[in-house]
């Protein structure tokens, strides 16, 4: 299973290829893709289908046996943003001896100096000219060599360099992709490198959302290979945990209940996109679905959102031996040590004693031990999705997460433990 994990996080280097892995992966489940623009059709039992938001979103649906209005959604939500850097328009900077370096936007929150030294590359979505103006061909591009590097300054110019640097984001940051001279002497490089990969015309090239990516696959490391090193575990790790449980929770009977797996893009910015948890694009596609099972749609839907559970899966910290001080003194999950319930006083999270109880029974019926995190009282920590998703849908739900070291670094941090467990803990929500 752990290897599968691994390729599907070399397959996703950025959010757009992360949908099209989904995609790839329901459709071979049998998984029929629905265009929201067109309607619905009848929803009974045991129909399977998909919906995709702007290349980049997510949204897999099991209707269950029983109607709506009497059992509400099994939803799982995770997000396959991650922090990464933009490539900007007219990106190229030519300098010096013909170095030619791209100018680029830090996505999200990323610790910077773990871009520096490491092969990159470059993925996202090209827009190609079709007969549609308002309609442009969009294609993805994952160029899977490295193509990029941001070298870092020589300790003999910044001999302080181990005692804490200030990075530019503009200055710092920016890859070297090429040399241009009398053997290479042309302009244009990266419009030109994305239509001989896309084998397009340099001119029907309309614009693009290309990111950076670690060009290093991923892998296991430790004596008995128990941790992923990996860039985007945080969140894709829980996307594809989420996937699993919701392919292996198929079977033959449809469940009671109506599963969903909801995949959200721009958490790492705050979500507030028609792609992201803070749209109205899920809550709009759960009303339609259950109208379709019933008359009166206002009082179906609110009844079966009352009677929903949400799980909003999204990594969470592990304790850190060299860092023992950063963390809470009585609740600091570990690494291999199961999936984590996350809990803030200030409702960062989504979790509360009444959906904290369902997710621990969850694990221990699903045979997981279950590890519960909160901030160290001194330390404001981070967010995610439960609580942007509940304060538009009011859904009882838990923010939980495995347990991940080093998050928001190029390559991050896991047990290969949690991830089963994650699986087994998920599979056991959507059957239930
Ligand atoms: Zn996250």
Redesign the pocket.
């Known amino acids: 299973m752990i290897q599968r994990l691994l390729r599907l996080l070399d397959a996703s280097p950025v959010n757009f290829l992360a949908v099209a892995t989904l995609e790839k992966a329901f459709q071979q489940a049998g998984f029929t893709r629905l265009d929201p623009r067109e309607p619905l059709g009848a929803m009974e039992p045991g129909r399977s289908f998909y919906v995709t938001k702007n290349d980049s979103s997510l949204y897999a649906f099991r209707i269950g046996q029983q109607p709506l209005s009497e059992v509400g959604f099994h939803l799982l939500c995770a ?1 396959c943003d991650s922090p990464t850097f933009r490539i900007k328009p007219r990106a190229e900077m030519r300098c010096e001896g013909g170095l030619v370096k791209l100018n680029t936007e830090v996505y999200g929150g990323p610790i910077l100096s773990t871009w520096f030294d490491r092969p990159l590359s470059l993925a996202g979505r090209v827009m190609l000219r079709s007969d549609d103006v308002m309609q442009p061909e969009t294609r993805l591009l994952h160029i899977r060599r490295p193509l990029m590097q941001i070298p870092n300054l020589a300790i003999h110019f910044n001999r302080q360099v181990n005692d804490g640097v200030k990075l530019s984001r503009q200055k710092d940051m920016l890859p070297l992709l090429v040399i241009i001279n009398e053997r290479f002497e042309q302009d244009g490089v990266l419009l030109r490198l994305i239509s001989e990969e896309l084998k397009v015309d340099v001119s029907d090239v309309l614009d693009f959302d290309l990111y950076l990516y670690d060009a290093t696959p991923s892998c296991t490391f430790g004596l008995h290979d128990e941790f992923i090193s990996s860039g985007r575990l ?2 894709l790790s829980m996307v594809f945990a989420g996937m699993e449980a919701m392919l292996r929770a198929g079977g033959k009977e449809p469940s009671r209940r109506t599963q969903v797996l909801a995949i959200f893009d721009n ?2 910015t705050g979500s507030q996109t028609k792609q992201g948890a803070g749209s109205p694009f899920l809550a709009s596609m759960l009303q339609r679905i259950v109208a379709q099972q019933g008359n009166g749609v206002a009082e179906d839907f609110a009844r079966a959102i009352e009677h929903s559970f949400m799980v909003s899966a ?2 969470a910290h592990a304790w850190h031996p060299n860092y023992p001080e950063k963390f809470d003194p009585t609740n600091h999950p570990q690494l291999g040590g199961g999936p984590v319930i996350k809990y803030n006083a200030a409702q960062k999270y989504a979790s509360d004693a009444s959906s904290g109880a369902v997710f621990a029974e969850l694990c221990r019926k699903a045979g997981v031990p279950c590890q519960r995190f909160v901030n160290h009282s001194d330390i404001a920590g981070g967010s ?1 999705l439960g609580n942007i998703l509940s304060a538009s849908l009011p859904l009882r739900g838990v923010d939980m997460g495995a347990p991940l070291l080093a998050m928001h670094s190029a390559r991050e941090t896991a047990a290969v433990a949690d991830y089963e467990y994650s699986v087994k803990a998920f599979e056991e929500f959507f059957r239930s």
């Open positions: 997000h945080d969140d958490e790492e999204d990594n995610t």
